[in-house]
């Protein structure tokens, strides 16, 4: 099973880290010992001074695919969850300036908290579906998934096309605006509509 996170694919969130608008989908691979699950405490690592939380929608691949065509790539999903992306930003930052890999900003343990997954079906279509974070009872990202840069049907086909996606892979979608650090005992709850996803409290 594979973590797969596509980066800078919400216009706004490029715009408040400064980054550039990528010619092509970004995407990097957290190990399967970053997730956690069933609203898991995050405990905040001792070997970074700004771990950023990054909320974004997740899609579980149902079969094994390759070189998937964009308009078959529907049929490889049909369950959908909620996420954090936790990130080193110091650490990436420091990767970033000598053109190495963000492995380590992006990849450590339990790096990647996430809810149960729910049948798409209950939400409605991948990519008109509102979603959020609250910080300690404030609303601090909030989005809709029209909004991604690259479709998540665009993703799948794109990764298919170097990597093999297999039954029970997740792919972490982008996150929208609103980034930021995270604290010992904060508390993020996260939510697709108005249905509950996660709480997760931070240790």
């Not at 899609?59 to 065509?69: A, E, L, M, R, S």
């Not at 939510?191 to 996660?198: R, S, V």
Request: a negative charge; proline letters at 4%; one cysteine or more.
């Amino acid at each position: 099973m594979k973590v797969l996170c596509v980066g800078r694919n919400y216009v706004e969130h490029i715009e408040e880290l400064g980054n550039e608008k990528p010619d092509s989908i970004v995407f990097f691979l957290k190990p399967d010992t970053a997730l956690s699950h069933n609203n898991d405490d995050f405990y905040l690592p001792d070997f970074s001074e700004d771990v950023h939380y990054e909320c974004e929608v997740v899609v579980k691949i149902d079969k094994v695919g390759k070189t998937i065509p964009v308009e078959y790539a529907h049929e490889y999903y049909s369950e959908i969850a909620l996420g954090l992306d936790m990130t080193l930003r110091d650490v990436q930052q420091k990767a970033k300036e000598k053109g190495l890999p963000w492995t380590l900003a992006k990849g450590f343990d339990y790096s990647a908290p996430i809810s149960n997954f729910l049948p798409l079906s209950e939400f409605g279509k991948i990519q008109d579906l509102d979603f959020s974070l609250q910080k300690n009872g404030a609303i601090v990202q909030q989005a809709n998934t029209k909004q991604m840069i690259h479709t998540v049907d665009e993703i799948i086909a794109y990764i298919s096309q170097y990597i093999t996606l297999k039954k029970g892979d997740l792919i972490f979608t982008g996150t929208p605006k609103g980034v930021g650090k995270v604290n010992i005992g904060d508390k993020f709850v996260g939510y697709i509509g108005e249905k509950e996803m996660f709480s997760i409290n931070v240790k």
